[in-house]
């Protein structure tokens, strides 16, 4: 039902047309309280200073996980922005292009398990876009902070400019 709010005033210009989805998601996922799990949600806001790219939209996931199911609809390919705990030094940067869900990493927080089945979901459902996938490594998470510990910190700016190199060619009109 459309609201007396949303109805334009008599010879006033009509709305815009709502955009069609952006071929292209940016999704920065973790937990802002949780320190450097909340990593690819800071590398977001980052992204969101830079310039705006065409047909990209970005959208920070938080722990979402299956509930951003709706998310991915009309998307072509997804460029997934996490922390990991793999093994690594803390700031390590990794690129995957998992080619199953099966291939996910292991994830940090209340969204991993979530994570893993919006994408089996979205294969289930016939339309999984192509992903590509951002990890920085963390050592340790604090729970009830905000800030990122310096090793991770350091990463952002490499991922941030990655990221928006890589969404900006995916982008490109084929």
Partial sequence: MISLLDSPMV?????????????????????????DEGVGVHVLRHLEQQPTLDRVRLLDGGTGGINLLAELDGARAVVLIDATRDGQQAGTITYLQPRQVGDLPRGLGAHDFGLKDLFATAELLGHCPKLHLYTISVETLK???????????????????????????????L
Avoid: D, I, T
């Avoid at 010879?11 to 320190?35: F, T, Y």
């Avoid at 991770?152 to 991922?159: D, F, G, K, S, T």
């Fill in 11 to 35: 010879g006033s210009a009509p709305p815009p047309l709502p955009a069609g989805p952006a071929p292209v998601l940016v999704l920065g996922v973790g937990n802002l309280l949780m320190g």
């Fill in 143 to 173: 729970p009830m902070c905000l800030q990122l510990s310096p090793a991770v910190a350091a990463a952002v700016p490499e991922v941030v400019h990655a990221v928006h190199a890589h969404a900006a060619r995916l982008a490109a009109p």
